[in-house]
């Protein structure tokens, strides 16, 4: 039995409209997949593509353009998914544990997010050994040659780390609230 079964028939639940939950929490899932899907496929398609452009130039970026698409859209997300985040934190305060599973639909796309913007700085390729991805740097600070992600890999190397964590949030729904994903 998933959590969504456990929950679904008691007064508390239809009273605060966990059919409008699941709702919200299907349409934020699919909207993560959209833009993870976008960001893959942007990013594939700019590495080839990319024009480096200096900082005088008033020429419009594509990959500048589709990541600050890519990360507006997850904070739709994010925005979409707090009724998830309130109706289960509801729930918890007053004692009734089986029927916090709204937590879920709010942590998975708030994972995601996270992963997208910090995990991907944190724990993604390191220059010393995928030198040509970087963009060498003197780093005054250390007194050594640094090197950070090139635009032309960037909007990628974001959605890659994003996309893992979307794979384990669809994997916690299929396993606990198979429902959403219908």
């Known amino acids: ?3 969504l079964e456990n929950s679904s028939n008691s007064k508390a639940s239809r009273s605060l409209g966990l059919g409008w939950a699941t ?3 299907r349409v934020t899932f699919y909207l993560l997949c959209a833009l993870i899907s976008f960001g893959l496929v942007a990013g594939v398609i700019i590495i080839p593509t990319f024009v480096e452009r ?3 130039s008033p020429e419009f970026s594509w990959s500048a353009f589709a990541y600050i698409l890519t990360v507006l ?3 739709v997300v994010v925005v979409l998914s707090l009724p998830g985040l309130l109706v289960g934190l509801w729930n918890l305060v007053r004692g009734k544990w089986r029927e916090s599973w709204p937590l879920v639909t709010f942590f998975g796309p708030f994972s995601v997010v996270v992963g997208f913007e910090i995990v ?5 390729l390191q220059c010393d050994l995928t030198p040509y991805v970087c963009e ?3 780093d005054y600070d250390a007194g050594k040659i640094s090197g950070t992600i090139s635009g032309q890999w960037h909007l990628l190397h974001h959605s890659l780390v994003a996309a893992l964590l979307l794979g384990l949030y669809w994997l916690v729904l299929r396993k606990w609230l198979p429902k959403i994903l219908k």
Do not use: K, N, R
């Open 1 to 3: 039995m998933t959590l």
């Open 23 to 25: 709702f919200m929490a």
């Open 54 to 56: 200096s900082d005088t």
């Open 120 to 124: 991907s700085h944190l724990v993604f």
């Open 136 to 138: 060498p740097y003197y």
């Open 73 to 75: 859209g997850l904070m």
